[in-house]
């Protein structure tokens, strides 16, 4: 069992959306033989889709069920990468996925530079401490000088990098780069992929064949080289797996352009699969018996089939089909005749799995995110936080007949984590929180067809949700008194402050210092 573990390595790539994360994974999967030709994956981007097209992305979420896990071979190890969705209106989903991974690769455009959706994105890995790879892409373009680009990674992002590649020149001067690890230069042909073969040695960078490659570009790269070494120091790999250091490169995706370099210290450095934290005690991978989590519920489009795929992540032991599992939350035992594991686009049924791999399980409704297998034993895994919405709105029956399916399709849909439900507490309001518009018309659509339920949203103007707690039980209890009106519960009867500014939150915060406000469901 040990070495099945210490072979894997789970990972998740992670962007703004067109930053280029699908053509990384789809290189990544070329060097793994998991595909043979470029366009072979289906990106679950949502291109730049208007609102009234939500059935064309409900088809591509469907569509990406296939990619949500890609598995590979590659120098030796087996590579679990776990998609995310593309779309912004889909980052509560990322979220989650970034709790089923052991480590990141983040990829930043170099002409964009650190955009919203990856400061939102490191601020998890960072809550998390996940080790995090930094790819820098498109250096054929023309993108901005790397040091300032550097200091506004490490600035926006709060992380530490350390350079283990270098380019020389960018857009279209760009000549290629240095790795500053094995010491060697690759150099950049537009339009021709990279091979081992282009990689050209150099022991000495004052060596003249430098000058003879690199023409007046030469003293510039030792110029930068001498300035990295000096304010950097070495490599060390501890404090990239404390999360403390990220290495970075750069490259080029489109051009598979330093991206076997990024692999090849992915597989030499990236965490196998790590220990995780329950309620009770952290769960060692190498544990004889199972435990898993749920991180993700992905229903079938499907009307006539309402099954979903809960993706189980598992932590320790072997995951077996048709063995008998506990659900810790329902208190009962399930089996499962067809597990799925995700090898590029083709599901297979799996009959054993290892810490590290995700399985997908035909579910009838028995799921919901954060659920834990175990071999009996009551455990609840922590570290999958619900994280405060970003858009409200009030659910309205418009058929009075029909608000038994209504209750039943909300509570449903946001168990599959479609989208946060907060209960009033003064008057039983539902309230309705997801991180984009898309999601509104998912669920309105989904109820009508799954559930023959009809609603609309009244927008409100909630600015934030926040969880609060407190040492003092008669404090916690005077302030919900106080704030009735802005009250309410989550799906798990934790009570969530709304506040309806940033400046009211704040106010709130001074007024009430015995009250601590969380931005997650956990604390
Ligand atoms: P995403 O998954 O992060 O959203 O990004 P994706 O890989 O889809 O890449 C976004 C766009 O950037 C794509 O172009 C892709 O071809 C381009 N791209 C990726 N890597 C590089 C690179 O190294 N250099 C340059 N110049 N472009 C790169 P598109 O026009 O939006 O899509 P497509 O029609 O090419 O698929």
Redesign the pocket.
């Known amino acids: 069992m040990q070495s099945e573990i210490s072979k894997r390595k789970t990972f998740a790539i992670i962007?703004?959306?067109?930053?280029?994360?699908?053509?990384?994974?789809?290189k990544l999967l070329l060097f793994g033989g998991a595909i043979h030709t470029a366009g072979a994956v289906k990106?679950n981007?949502i291109?730049k889709t208007a609102t009234s097209d939500f059935m064309e992305i409900e088809k591509q979420r469907g569509i990406s069920v296939a990619t949500s896990v890609m598995t590979f071979e590659y120098g030796g190890k087996l590579i679990n990468i776990l998609d995310t969705p593309?779309h912004k209106d889909f980052s509560e989903d990322t979220y989650r996925t970034l709790t089923a991974v052991d480590s990141v690769i983040l990829?930043v455009?170099s002409v964009k530079g650190v955009e919203t959706q990856t400061e939102r994105l490191m601020e998890v890995c960072r809550m998390r401490k996940t080790p995090v790879i930094v790819f820098i892409?498109?250096?054929?373009?023309d993108g901005q000088d790397p040091f300032i680009l550097m200091d506004e990674i490490e600035d926006k992002l709060s992380i530490h990098l350390r350079p283990l590649s270098w380019p020389i020149n960018r857009g279209p001067f760009f000549k290629g780069v240095y790795n500053l690890y094995d010491h060697h230069l690759n150099l950049f042909q537009a339009g021709t992929q990279a091979t081992d073969e282009n990689l050209i040695s150099i022991q000495d960078l004052n060596d003249e064949k430098v000058d003879k490659l690199l023409g007046k570009d030469a003293a510039q790269l030792r110029d930068d080289i001498e300035l990295i070494d000096e304010v950097y120091g070495s490599f060390e790999t501890d404090g990239y797996l404390k999360g403390d250091i990220a290495p970075l490169f750069f490259?080029?995706?489109?051009?598979n352009?330093g991206v076997k370099e990024l692999l090849d210290t992915f597989v030499r450095i990236a965490p196998s699969p790590q220990p995780r934290m329950t309620e009770t005690r952290e769960v060692m991978p190498n544990e004889d018996k199972l435990t898993g989590f749920v991180f993700k519920i992905h229903a079938n489009i499907d009307p006539n089939h309402r099954n979903r795929i809960a993706f189980l992540r598992v932590c320790s032991g072997v995951f077996e089909r048709n063995k008998f599992y506990f659900h810790t939350r329902l208190n009962k035992k399930l089996r499962f005749s067809s597990p799925v594991t995700f090898l590029a686009s083709t599901k297979n049924i799996v009959d054993e799995a290892y810490s590290g791999d995700v399985v997908g399980l035909y579910d009838t409704g028995n799921f919901k995110i954060g659920d834990t297998l175990t071999e009996g034993e009551d455990l609840h895994f922590t570290g999958i936080p619900s994280f405060s919405p970003e858009i409200f709105k009030e659910l309205i029956n418009k058929d009075p007949m029909k608000s038994k399916q209504l209750e039943k399709g909300i509570s449903q849909l946001t168990d599959e984590g479609v989208a946060q439900l907060f209960t009033v507490t003064s008057n039983n309001t539902k309230i309705v929180g997801t991180v984009g518009e898309l999601q509104f018309e998912v669920i309105q659509y989904r109820l009508l067809h799954e559930y023959g339920a009809s609603c609309i949203f009244k927008p409100i103007q909630f600015h934030k949700a926040v969880w609060i707690s407190s040492d003092n039980p008669a404090k916690l209890k005077e302030f919900i008194r106080t704030k009735t009106n802005y009250m309410a519960i989550d799906k798990d009867d934790k009570p969530v402050f709304l506040a309806t500014s940033e400046w009211i939150l704040q106010l709130t915060k001074q007024d009430y210092p015995e009250i601590q406000f969380h931005n997650t469901s956990e604390f």
Not at 137 to 141: I, V
């Open positions: 962007s703004h959306p067109d930053a280029g994360k699908t053509t990384l994974t789809e990106s981007k291109k593309g990829v455009d892409n498109k250096l054929d373009r490259g080029s995706a489109i051009n352009f």
